[in-house]
């Protein structure tokens, strides 16, 4: 039973009389990276929430490790080892690297009362960390700022997994970056996987999922449109099955169509 | 000053990357924010040192004088500027240094309380105005700017009723025969160092009086209050979790909250130590004149901004430093209490404090691109 990490059976989700969510199973195992598609308004927000505890759901069960459990509060997510990268990543800008890495949870020295911020064993671990998933952080107190995308999502990512986290839920974490950037980003979080950790990665990039995903759930209208491993499903199958598919299908029809005019 | 350059060599033990650029102390010192603020001062000095340097302005006296004025604004200015890094505004200062004035006063000469438990009560009043305003920008969402505008009319207005109300007048005189003997008031009302002073003075190394005393007593307790908030407040932005806190909280509040931050506990502090902060400034304000006036502390909370600003503080938070804002103060006091000692007229002063805080702006600005632009 307990060979799943993590079970989301049935979940539903409703606001008022809107439906966001219906009847939404997913189940990942160790090392397995789930990719969650669906394009804008399938309900991908609502379920990342879900999981990261900010809603409750209204129906289905949350399973973690075997034993059920309801999310509180987004710390009882976190507690659990269920942690949650936004697109926005929590990070600060103007801060620097180390102090954005144990932003909330910073390491402390000294005795009672006069406990002060680690900042030299800080630096010296968050250099490390990020030295270990190959971004040269020329230096820890730079500022975040100064970072590109890719670095930005690994710092963000590479905090999640060193605070604990078991499951990895990953809001677009390639939508603004570029080809070269992203592929950074997604051979870190193979590398992630490899090393035990569950990830549900959402996004509405069949390009991006479909190299790295073990298996892939598609949302559409807030319902889960199945679930399938790698070896059942093309690329293009899932492109299709996304709302975006049949659109970008047209679409192709017609460029055509204005391709021959013009050359007419 | 020690503390930087230990964090300069462990910074280069744990890169041995050949890409790093050995950066030199001058590049680092480029980026803390304080450096405009430290270099207007620097600039400041020099000036005076030329156009007033055989006028008295440098004197013991004139020191003392233009350090009082300074600590004063430096007083809030700092905790306005732990404030901003937190990402919020208090234009209430100004209001709750008039108030707390009277809440010493009234208790002490219309009530009968002795003059520490009125001094105790000022400072009650000031954390729960402080928690309100906090509780309010926290719990609304809405502008800290707005919030707290409305608190500078209703602290002020509330101040000018209320005094009127009990003692008919807008003044309360009489507190000087209090402060003697009392267990408190030392604290906010002593000048210290005297026998340096007395010292100086039996040398003839400082002027003297008629009657052989020096004419420079002691350092006034704002001075003190001032350096010690300044070392206070600078270990906690570098040196503390809560410091982080602020630098989080300013930065992206939304962030800050989904890594644990205690974002709204953290504003809300800010909040009570601005509110503290004009409380501290009006404590030792009113004692020093034996008086308090419903008017006092008025537009302070603008100059406690500027000075801010000037010291390197973002209007949109997350970066600045409370080292920064007190080098800001001290530009602004020593250029207020300067003036005098030139022959410009002092009118010009305020167009001296807007051009001032205008380049700050700008300077700012510049080193905020410096700090986050990508590489």
């Given amino acids: ?264 | 000053m020690s503390t930087k350059s230990k964090s300069i060599e462990t910074k280069t033990d744990i890169n041995q990357d050949e890409r790093l650029k050995k950066v030199s102390k001058l590049r680092l010192l480029l980026n803390r924010p304080e450096l405009g603020a430290l270099g207007g001062a620097i600039l400041v000095f020099i000036f005076f040192g030329i156009v007033a340097g055989d006028t008295g302005m440098f004197s013991a006296y004139g020191v003392l004088n233009f350090l009082d004025v300074s600590a004063n604004l430096g007083i809030i200015a700092i905790a306005a500027a732990m404030l901003m890094i937190g990402g919020e505004f208090d234009l209430s200062i100004g209001s709750m240094i008039g108030f707390a004035g009277i809440c010493i006063a009234i208790p002490a000469i219309y009530w009968g309380w002795p003059l520490w438990m009125s001094i105790i009560f000022a400072f009650s009043m000031a954390v729960l105005v402080g928690y309100f305003n906090g509780i309010l920008v926290v719990r609304t969402g809405l502008p800290s700017f707005i919030v707290t505008l409305a608190m500078l009319f209703i602290l002020r207005g509330a101040t000018l009723a209320i005094t009127r109300l009990i003692t008919g007048r807008t003044q309360v005189p009489g507190l000087r025969v209090l402060i003697e003997d009392d267990p408190l008031a030392w604290i906010f009302a002593t000048d210290t160092f005297k026998w340096v002073f007395t010292w100086l003075g039996s040398m003839n190394l400082i002027a003297l009086r008629t009657d052989g005393t020096p004419l420079a007593t002691g350092i006034p307790p704002s001075v003190i209050w001032f350096i010690a908030l300044a070392i206070i407040t600078t270990w906690i932005l570098m040196k503390t979790r809560y410091g982080n806190w602020i630098f989080a909280s300013g930065g992206d509040k939304n962030g800050a909250n989904n890594v644990g931050v205690p974002v709204g506990r953290v504003k809300i502090s800010l909040f009570i130590g601005t509110a503290v902060a004009a409380t501290i400034f009006a404590t030792i304000q009113v004692l020093d004149a034996g008086s308090a006036d419903t008017m006092r502390g008025t537009l302070k909370e603008l100059e406690a901004i500027a000075a801010a600003v000037v010291g390197g503080c973002l209007l949109t938070g997350g970066y600045g430093s409370a080292i920064g804002a007190a080098f800001g103060a001290l530009i602004f006091g020593t250029v207020s209490m300067g003036i005098f000692y030139t022959d410009v007229d002092t009118d010009w002063f305020k167009v001296f404090l807007g051009a001032m805080m205008l380049i700050a702006v700008i300077f700012n600005n510049y080193i905020r691109r410096k700090v986050t632009e990508s590489k």
């Fill in chain 1, 1 to 264: 039973m307990s060979d799943y990490l993590v079970q989301f059976n049935n979940i539903s989700k409703f606001f008022g009389k809107v439906i966001a969510l219906k009847d939404v199973t997913m189940k990942l195992k160790k090392g397995e990276i789930m990719c969650l598609l669906g394009d804008n308004g399938a309900g991908k927000s609502t379920l990342i929430k879900t999981l990261a505890g900010v809603h409750k759901p209204d129906e289905g069960e949350i399973i973690v490790e075997g034993k059920k459990t309801i999310f509180d509060s987004p710390k009882d997510a976190l507690d659990m080892g269920i942690a949650t990268v936004y697109q926005d990543l929590a990070l600060v800008s103007l801060m620097s690297v180390t102090r954005n890495f144990f932003m909330g949870r910073e390491p402390m020295k000294g005795p009672a009362f006069f406990k002060t911020f680690d900042i030299e064993k800080a630096n010296k671990i968050a250099a490390d960390r990020m030295g270990q998933i190959g971004i040269d952080v020329r230096d820890p107190s730079q500022a975040v700022g100064t970072m590109s995308g890719g670095e930005r999502q690994c710092l963000a990512i590479s905090r999640a997994i060193y605070f604990g986290a078991k499951v990895l839920v990953l809001d677009e974490p390639t939508s603004a970056l570029g080809v070269h950037q992203a592929s950074v980003v997604l051979k870190y979080i193979v590398k992630a996987a490899s090393q035990g950790l569950a990830v549900i990665l959402i996004t509405h990039n069949v390009h991006h999922a479909y190299p790295v995903g073990n298996s892939f759930t598609v949302l559409n209208r807030g319902k889960s449109l199945g679930t399938y491993e790698k070896k059942d499903i093309s690329r293009e199958k899932l492109l299709s099955m996304m709302a975006g598919g049949e659109e970008l299908n047209k679409l192709e029809v017609e460029l055509q169509e204005m391709n021959r005019s013009t050359a007419n």
